[in-house]
């Protein structure tokens, strides 16, 4: 199996760049993100307890998006591999997810890391705000509170994978071609 940790702060592009690889490599896609505003639009009480959080641009809590994943490697037995994306975001998740790989004789492949500025975040995510219709992209200050999450928690897994010699980084300024050809460079050395 082919599984891939797109690894990046908000706005790194890891969503532009997840729909093209698994076009590519045929993997599933689990962005927690999207898993997590799935559970609002159904109005489950999971999505109304996390868009408490989302909103302001707080992690959810580590069971809650490790609990959606474990359902999600469940249900795609047959699957080629996975591209995970946004997750996982603590050490704690990092560890889960190995965990759950390890049960299935399983593990991640490659961590590849976008990396992109703050300022640069910032503007990219105010302006998909005009268009995602994001409630946590419309606001600097949430969109500094999500930046900020990411540097004191989400920065550590880097190391996780980098102990495992699993962790290659990617510039994520550039056109999206250029960048996809840059991640597709480390994925077919694995
Ligand atoms: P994203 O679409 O990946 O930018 O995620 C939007 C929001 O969902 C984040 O700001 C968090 O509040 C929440 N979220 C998504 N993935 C995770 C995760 N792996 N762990 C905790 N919270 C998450």
Redesign the pocket.
Known sequence: MLNIVLFGP?GAG??TQSQKLIDQYQLIHL????L??GEIAQGTALGLE?KK??DH??????E??IGMISNKLDANKGAKGFIF??????VA?AEALDQLLNSKNEAISSMVALEVNDDELEHRLLLRGKESG?P?DANPEVIRK?IH?YNNKTAPVAHFYQNQNKFKSINGIGSVDDIFQAICKVIDLC
């Open positions: 908000p890891k969503g962005s927690t993100g999207d997590l505003r996390a959080l989302m641009g707080i992690l959810v809590p580590d809650v998006v994306d946004g997750f996982p975001r603590t998740q994001r946590d999500r999450e």
